[in-house]
């Protein structure tokens, strides 16, 4: 079994910053591509940020220029630096590792951007 426990989350002002972390443990092979997914409210849940064991990142359009994800590999934990924070961004933060056997997802955690 793979556990994913995330952290990072909570209450922010609109234009601030959080960092979120998501820590993996249990049976870890080698582990491929490690993302960050959100869910607004009432909304299907979506691809925030990617970044590939090779180093390969992509971004979704509404976080480029203001979310930063990175890894350890070190430490099978992936991070996400989110600045200029908007109310739009407030959703449940999931991050999603894969490895050859198998996709696990963490808990969640809840950002919400509010003054």
């Known amino acids: 079994q793979v556990q994913l426990v995330e952290s990072g989350g909570g209450l922010v002002k609109p234009g601030g910053s959080l960092r979120l972390s998501c820590a993996a443990s249990?049976?870890?092979?080698?582990?491929?591509?490690m993302a960050w997914y959100r869910q607004i409210q009432g909304k299907e849940r979506e691809l925030v940020a990617t970044?590939?064991?090779?180093?390969?990142?992509n971004y979704a359009d509404f976080v480029k220029g203001r979310f930063t994800i990175s890894r350890d590999n070190a430490k099978n934990t992936v991070y996400l630096q989110m600045d200029s924070l908007k109310p739009e961004d407030t959703a449940v933060y999931y991050c999603?590792?894969?490895?050859?056997?198998?996709?696990?997802w963490g808990q969640g955690t809840q950002v919400t951007v509010s003054s």
């Open positions: 999603k590792m894969t490895q050859l056997v198998g996709t696990y």
């Open positions: 249990g049976k870890i092979f080698s582990i491929g591509v």
């Open positions: 970044v590939a064991s090779g180093g390969w990142i």
